[in-house]
C-alpha cells in the first residue's frame, strides 16, 4: 500500500469531501497560498468562491462559516493555529456548540474546526497550545485528533460528514509522519478508539504525538513491562467500552495528554474510569501532562512537555 | 571555544534534512558568511552559508539525514580545540538518554499485614473486591504494594497459602476462642476427585495384594549417584529407582500396562507413569490430588527419571502443567513413604482407566531370614493395587515378582 504523510492524508480527505459534496468549502487565512502543506493546490482545483483567503480576523471568518452552515453550507474553518480559536471563543462555544439545543435542533451546525497544534517545535504558547480540552468541556462539540496518517484521512472525512461541529487539530510534530493510508474511501467513525498495541501489565491511553511516545516506551520496555497502547482518536465522544475492556486485562492505567494538568480530558476520563471501573484499579490512575504554566518558546520546552522519559517513569510508578 | 552548528529549519513544514554535500573539508579555516553545505529536504535543496568562522569539524557526513537542530558540524575557534574535537571521531551527535528513575524492586518477601496506624488497610480496589468474592479477610494478607498496599498478587499469593478464609459474614477465626466449623464449597477439584473415586471403586474388580521388598540393595545403588551428586547435577530419589523398577516390571508383564477403552483391551507398549501428587487446597483443612505424568519411562534411565519427575513436580505446585501432562498415564505411583507410619500397608484406589497402581510406603528395619541366619534388612511395604476385569491373579502375580525382582536386585534393570 502507498505510504503518505499525514498532512498529505488530510489535504485528501478535504479534496474528496470537497468533489463529493458542493456545499463543503474553506475558509482560513493564507490556506490559497497554502503555508501548511494541506491547502496546497485546493484553489486552482477548486477556485475562490470555495478557498477562502481571510484577513487576521477570527471572529469574522468564524461567523461567515456559521452564517453559510445555517445556511446549508458545510464550511471548514482553518485557524493555522490551535489557540486562535480563543479570539471567537464566544461565538464558538454558546452560539455553535449549544446552538442545536438552545434552537430546539431546528439548524444544524456542520462546521469543522482545524488547525495546527502541539509543542516540542519552539513556537511558544500561542502557537502551541492544546485545546482540545477546552472544547471537550463545551456541550455539543465533538473533539477528535489523529495520530497516523490512516487515521487523519478517515477523521477528516468523518468529521466533514458529520452535521455536529466538531473540533479536529493535528500536530505539527506528526505533520510529516510518514503510514499507509489506503487509497479508497473510507472513515474512522468517532466514539471508536483503537488500541494501538496490545499489551497485558498497564493500559496507556495516549493520542497524537504522546502516542507514538507511549508506542516507544512500550518498544522499550517489551519482555519487562507489557504496555497496551490505546489511541481514543476521539476524545468526544469517548470510546469508554475499549477502555474499560482494557483495564479487565491489566488493571493499571496511565493517561497522556499534551495539555495543562487542570482540567484537561484527561481529568474527566479518569473520574469516569473510577466511577465505572473503580474494582478493576489495583493501582492509582497516573496522568502524565504538561505543567500548569505557559507553553515556553525556548530550551525549557522539550523539559517540561510529556516525553517517553516521563511516560516510562508513570509506567514504572504504577507496576510498583 | 567549539560552537555548534545545527541542522537549519528552513521552512515550517520541515522536520529533518539531507547534507548533499559539504562545501568545504574536514579541518579548513571557513569565514563567516561563507558557503557551507548544501542541505536538501522535501526535494528542494539550499545552500547554506556557515554564521561562524572556524575550523570545520564534519559531524553529520554527505549523505546523510538527520532532524532539524541536531549538530551537523562543528567550528572550533583555533586549532587546540579543533584537535580536541577533531580526534573524538566516534562520538556521535546523538543526546545522551536520560536517566529513567528505576522502579523500586519490590521484594517477594512479604511484610506485615498493611493495617496503618489508624486500624485502616491499605488495598486497591480490586484488592477488595478479590478478598471478598473469597471470603478472605484483609487482616490476614500481608502487602507488597506501594506503601505497603495490598494488591491483586498479594490476594493470589494469599490463595496459593491457603490463607484461612472465613465463613461469609463470620468473624476471623482466632486460634483456640472459636469451635465454629468451617465450611468448604464441596466444588471443583475436590468434587471431581470424589467422583472419580467412587467411579473407580464402583466400576472396576479392584483389589489389592501387599508385601515387603527388601531395600537394601537399591539404596546400596542409590548411594553410588549419591556420592556423585553434584557431578550429575541431582539428588537422585527413591522414587526416580521406583520408577525404573515399575517400567521393568510392565515391559516384562505388559498387561499390566493395558487399558480397557471402549470394547477393547489396549496393551500399551510405552509406559506411562502417572506421579500422584498431594497439593494444598483452598483452606488449610482441605487437599487435592493430581497425577501428572512421565511419559515413556521405559526409554529414560534413573538421572533422567528423577529431574523429569522433579520438574513436573514443581509445575503441578505452582499449577503450571500442560494438559498433556495430565493425562495419558498407564500405570500409576502413589507413594506414602515417609508419611505412613512404617510398614503401612493399603488399598489405594486405582486410578482409572489404569490397570494397575504401585503403593509403596514407609520402609523400617526388620529381621528377616537370609541363607538361614536371621540378619536386619531396611523392608518397605508394598501395595499394588489391579483390576481384574482385565488381569487374573497370575499375569498379577508375575507383575509383582517382576516389581520385585527389580528392586532387591536393580542390577536386573541394566538388562
Known sequence: MREITLIEAIQEAIREEMHLDEQVFMVGQDIRGSIFPHTKG?????????????????????????????????????????????????????ATGQHYFLHGGQKPMPIVITAGTGSGVRLANDHSMAVHGTLFHQPGWKVAMPSTPYDAKGLFKAAIRENNPVFIPWHFQ??????????????VPFGVADVKREG?????????????????????????????????????????????KSLEKTNRLVLVDEDWEKGGYVSTIAARVIEQGFDLLDAPIKRVTFPNMPIPGGHMEPTIMPSPDKIEAAVREVCA | MITDFLMPKLAMAMNEGTVNEWL?????????????????????????????????????????????????????????AYRSIAGEQASTASSPVAEVPSSTETDAAPQAPSASAGGRIKASPLARKMAADRGMELAAVSGTGPGGRIVKRDILAAEQQGVTTAAAGE???????????????????????????????NTSAQLSSFWEVELDQLLALRQQFLDREEWLGTRVSINAFLIKAIASAATQVPI????????????????????????????????????????????????????????????????????????????????????????????????LPNTTLVGPSTPEQKPVVRDGEVVVRTMMPLSVTFDHRVMDGEPAARFGTALHEAIEHPGLMLG
Open chain 1, 42 to 94: 485546493l484553489v486552482e482545483e477548486f477556485g475562490e468562491e470555495r478557498i477562502v483567503d481571510t484577513p487576521l480576523a477570527e471572529s469574522g471568518m468564524y461567523g461567515l462559516a456559521m452564517g453559510a452552515a445555517m445556511e446549508g453550507y458545510r464550511p471548514i474553518v482553518d485557524f493555522m493555529f490551535a489557540g486562535f480559536t480563543y479570539v471567537t471563543f464566544s461565538e464558538v462555544s454558546v
Open chain 1, 174 to 187: 506528526l505533520m510529516m509522519e510518514r503510514g499507509e493510508v489506503p487509497e479508497e474511501d473510507y472513515i
Open chain 1, 200 to 244: 497485558s501489565d498497564v493500559t496507556v491511553l495516549a493520542n497524537s504525538l504522546q502516542l507514538k511516545n507511549a508506542l516507544e516506551v512500550a518498544e522499550k520496555l517489551e519482555g519487562e513491562i507489557s504496555i497496551e497502547v490505546i489511541d481514543p482518536r476521539s476524545f468526544e465522544p469517548f470510546d469508554m467500552d475499549t477502555l474499560l
Open chain 2, 24 to 80: 568545504a573539508q574536514e579541518g579548513d579555516y571557513v569565514e563567516k558568511g561563507a558557503p557551507i553545505a548544501v542541505v536538501e529536504t522535501e526535494k528542494v535543496s539550499y545552500d547554506i552559508e556557515t554564521p561562524y568562522a572556524g575550523y570545520l569539524h564534519i559531524v553529520v557526513p554527505e549523505g546523510e539525514t538527520v532532524p532539524v537542530e541536531v549538530p551537523i558540524a562543528q567550528f572550533a575557534s583555533d586549532e587546540d
Open chain 2, 171 to 201: 468473624p476471623v477465626m482466632m486460634p483456640g476462642t472459636s469451635l465454629e466449623p468451617v465450611r468448604i464449597p464441596f466444588k471443583g477439584m475436590r468434587a471431581t476427585i470424589a467422583r472419580r473415586m467412587v467411579e473407580s471403586l
Open chain 2, 256 to 351: 499390566a500396562n493395558a487399558m480397557i477403552e471402549g470394547d477393547e483391551i489396549v496393551v500399551h507398549r510405552s509406559v506411562n507413569v502417572g506421579i500422584a501428587t498431594a497439593l494444598p487446597g483452598a483452606t488449610e483443612y482441605d487437599s487435592i490430588l493430581v497425577v501428572p505424568v512421565l511419559k515413556n519411562v521405559q526409554a529414560m534411565g534413573v538421572l533422567e527419571i528423577d529431574k523429569a519427575m522433579k520438574s513436573l513436580i514443581e509445575r503441578a505446585r505452582r499449577n503450571e502443567l500442560g494438559a498433556d501432562e495430565m493425562s495419558g498415564s498407564t500405570i500409576t505411583l502413589s507413594t506414602t513413604a515417609g508419611l505412613s507410619p512404617p510398614g503401612t500397608r493399603a488399598t489405594p484406589v486405582l486410578n
